[in-house]
């Protein structure tokens, strides 16, 4: 995979996918630059979901997709999900429940980090990253929704992503603490220099990423 | 098959509906006999065996003239001869299957879920499981034995053999094809308890999630998905191991004989005209129990050592490789068993129509339905019998699933894990273990030989099945269809007929079907329930798989194989039939 010329974010060009000869995305040709957000928005069933597994390379065989993606110029296709270096937050934050908080985020950590310290000293500095200093025996269930949140996205960085889609990540918390959460995973994702996607029914999502929005039919 | 859910729901709501006044209090009243009733039917006898068995071990029997306690039995047993190897080839044949088969299963999984090919796999097993364990070992023989047709395919061209080789693959003193036999048939139950397992603890996600963080297919899966799903299938792998380890019918078909394992020796010593062996027989079927739990302890602890040990790889970052050399060890591992099993079930039916066909040859010199002709009367009772206490079992079965499931949504308690765990119970207790006691209680009620007696020992292996397959999907089915009906107006006892058990039409056939199955291929509950005076096409397969004649064999055990096979054509068909113009009920109810 080494890196081509072309523009260094994430671009989508001409992508299209179906579900039994239905369209759900017709020719989207689209940028996102490192440290910017951009929002897909749309209705449920539109579509936006699928377009994130697409780029994932995790779309159900029932869908047909077309079109390229391209991360920092190298085309993504031909690379199985594994490889791809595409990292992605959910509705549900899906931190694996036989695992305690530490070993969640540990989990994600290459192992190009090697040595037992090293990897300890990662995992405390990213829960220290995220207000929650002590909490790496803890029980994932144990937490709050807000500490889950701010678990799920270090957890996603410590992989080194080099792209961020966000599917909803927002849209189970409750008002007060979306505001918070939200807040902690734009910077995190600009201070990365990530091109990010995010797709989202929540207008007020969309109107503080400061990023473009596009509306799907 | 047909009219399995409308007898029952007819015999059940003749209770259910009391007369005039139709008030949920009298509705639950009947309803809430139902569960203690059904643990009566089918933990008493298994418990009242147990003790029937226990108790003959320490020498009181007074039938036999056993008045007073002693070890004798314990001591005639450990002096028999062969009884440490039978034991050591009992306990090696069923860890090592078990470990195969799970082994297996976790491969093919882990290389093969989410896609598209694994997913038409899937529809394969159910089929496989369905054949009785005895047909695929009788299939297994023709292929394999020596003068089997796998031999045949490659001589004499390849090996130069002009008499069939005097080695074997069977009956070998290590219990080789005993062990293939099992692998060949609890890899495809392990593999349908592991989709049902997955449903449980959202492995898709979690899967989809660990690949976005790099990892390879295999190793997501045995770092995220495995440890998640093991749990759901813990007790699934026991029953294997119980099975695997005091397993009969196949055990006489594929295992060795000097000595056999322990299960056939044991049963050996209870069939002997001399009385006094059924001391050590029944002290033997304690023995067997102990192996079972010690297996089962065993391999508690080692699922104990193996995640603290693996605990620090879990965590360590390796991604693993693109998992294709594990692609391709699966595909060719559920290939080979695949094949196996369904080549075997081949092979019965190219010998049943055999005519003349000389060792060496790959082909029998002619087809012909002589065999068939001929022996057809022969087969007219076994399967009489054997589709009467198969459909009566079911039936009883399939009103007491649906009379516990019922009151548990009426009650709203899902019963908890103890209730998992008795329902189990039938199928972690070896068979032999507690069926001669309980031979020896309805020998004393003047039930052994009869009717009641069989369908009442087929009921103990059909209900668990039953029940654990249509559990889930009664359960999780939307409670609002039935709540807009009573809004409507209907009574309950229309609501449940014509909107639940209609909706559920397709897992309540499949459910029966699987009881079916299950009953068609008991062998050892009919051979000592029955007691030669019911025969059945399993044991009757079983009494003559020793017999020279190959054709009347594959005939009559192809019987065996296709009778459950057509239960689950009729439990698929139905149902497509009935909903061909409803696109809702496509993926069942």
């Known amino acids: 995979m080494a890196s081509g010329p072309g523009a260094p974010g994430l671009e989508l060009e001409h992508v299209t996918i179906s579900i039994g000869g239905r369209r759900l995305i017709e020719d989207l040709t689209m940028a996102v630059a490192p440290g910017e957000i951009a929002t897909i928005m749309g209705p449920s069933g539109s579509g936006k979901s699928s377009l994130l597994s697409f780029i994932c390379g995790t779309l159900e065989p029932d869908f047909e997709a077309l079109g390229l993606i391209r991360l920092a110029g190298v ?62 025996g803890r029980d994932p269930a144990s937490l709050s929704g807000g500490q889950r949140a701010r678990v799920a996205l270090m957890r996603t960085l410590l992989a080194e992503p080099r792209a961020l889609l966000l599917d909803e990540p927002f849209a189970k918390l409750d008002v007060a603490l979306r505001a918070r959460i939200r807040r902690f995973v734009y910077v995190h994702a600009q201070a990365a220099s990530l091109p990010t996607l995010l797709v989202t029914h929540d207008p007020e999502d969309a109107r503080t990423t400061g990023g473009p929005v596009l509306e799907l039919g | 098959m047909r009219f399995v859910p409308a007898t029952v729901a007819h015999g059940q709501l003749g209770r259910a509906q009391p007369a005039g006044t139709a008030r949920q209090p009298v509705r639950g009243r009947w309803l809430r006999l139902i569960p203690p009733l059904t643990l009566g039917l089918f933990l008493g006898p298994i418990l009242a065996g147990l003790l029937g068995t226990i108790l003959p071990a320490f020498g009181y029997l007074p039938a036999l003239g056993g008045e007073r306690l002693s070890l004798a039995p314990w001591r005639q047993l ?3 001869p062969g009884l440490q190897a039978a034991s050591q080839l009992s306990l090696m044949t069923g860890l090592l299957a078990t470990a195969i088969a799970l082994a ?47 031999v045949r395919l490659i001589t004499p061209w390849l090996t130069g053999w002009q008499t069939p080789p005097d080695m074997s693959l069977l009956q070998g003193p290590y219990g080789f094809g005993l062990t293939l036999g099992l692998v060949v048939k609890e890899t495809p139950f392990l593999i349908l308890m592991t989709f049902a397992g997955l449903g449980q603890v959202h492995a898709d996600r979690h899967l989809r999630q660990a690949r976005a963080f ?64 059924r001391f050590q027989a029944a002290a033997g079927a304690c023995l067997q129990m102990l192996l079972v739990l010690l297996a089962i302890a065993a391999w508690r602890l080692a699922e104990l050592l ?67 002709a001929r022996h057809l009367d022969l087969l007219a009772r076994p399967i009489a019998t054997t589709l009467l206490v198969g459909l ?41 273990s507690f069926l001669f006691g309980l031979q020896v209680i309805l020998v004393r009620l003047g039930l052994d030989g009869t009717w009641l007696g069989l369908i009442w020992a087929h009921l103990l292996f059909v209900l668990p099945y039953l029940f654990l397959t ?120």
């Open chain 1, 75 to 136: 085309e993504l296709g031909p690379c199985p999900p594994e490889r791809r270096r595409v990292g992605i937050l959910f509705q549900d934050d899906l931190l694996f429940p036989h695992l305690s908080v530490g070993e969640n985020l540990e989990f994600a950590l290459p192992a190009s980090v090697r040595g037992r310290a090293a990897r300890r000293a990662k995992v405390a500095a990213a829960l220290a990253e995220a207000d929650l200093v002590g909490f790496g």
């Open chain 2, 78 to 80: 450990f002096a028999a």
């Open chain 2, 104 to 150: 297996l299963t976790i491969l093919a999984f882990a290389a093969g879920q989410g896609t598209r090919a694994f997913r038409r796999a899937r529809r394969l097993m159910a089929p496989l499981l369905a054949v009785p364990h005895l047909a695929t070992a009788i299939g297994l023989a023709f292929l394999l034995a020596p003068s089997g047709w796998l």
């Open chain 2, 214 to 277: 790099g990892y390879g297919r295999i190793q997501a899966w045995l770092k995220v998905v495995l440890p998640l799903v093991y749990p759901q299938i813990r007790l699934p792998i026991y029953a294997v191991l119980a099975y695997s380890l005091s397993v009969v019918d196949m055990a006489i078909v594929l295992g060795p004989t000097t000595p056999p394992t322990l299960a056939p020796l044991i049963l050996r010593w209870f069939s002997d005209p001399d009385l006094t062996l």
């Open chain 2, 306 to 372: 193996i995640a603290r040990l693996a605990r620090p790889w879990l965590t360590s970052g390796g991604r693993g490789g693109s998992g294709r050399l594990g692609h391709w060890l699966a595909w060719l591992c559920l290939g080979v068993v695949t094949l196996l099993a369904i080549g075997g079930l081949f092979a019965l039916a190219v010998w049943s129509v055999a005519g003349a066909w000389r060792f060496p040859a790959a082909w029998p010199a002619e087809l012909t339905l002589a065999t068939w």
């Open chain 2, 392 to 432: 009566a079992a079911t039936l009883l079965a399939l009103g007491l699933v649906l009379g516990c499931l019922e009151q548990e949504q009426v009650s709203r308690k899902p019963p908890g894990q103890g209730a998992l765990l008795l329902l189990y119970l039938p199928l972690l207790v070896p068979q032999i």
């Open chain 2, 470 to 589: 249509l559990a889930e999907p009664y359960r999780s089915l939307d409670r609002r269809y039935e709540t807009s009906a009573l809004a409507l107006g209907k009574p309950h006892w229309q609501v449940w007929w014509r909107i639940r058990l209609a909706l559920l039409l397709r897992p309540v056939l499949i459910a029966a079907a699987i009881g079916f199955a299950v009953s068609v291929g008991q062998f050892l509950p009919t051979q000592m329930v029955g007691g030669g005076r019911l025969v059945t096409l399993t044991t009757e397969a079983l009494a003559l798989a020793n017999g020279a004649d190959r054709r009347l064999v594959g005939m009559v055990a192809l019987s065996l194989a296709v009778l459950p096979l057509v239960a689950f054509a009729v439990a698929l068909a139905l149902p497509a039939w009935r909903f061909r113009h409803r696109r809702g009920m496509a993926s069942g109810g």
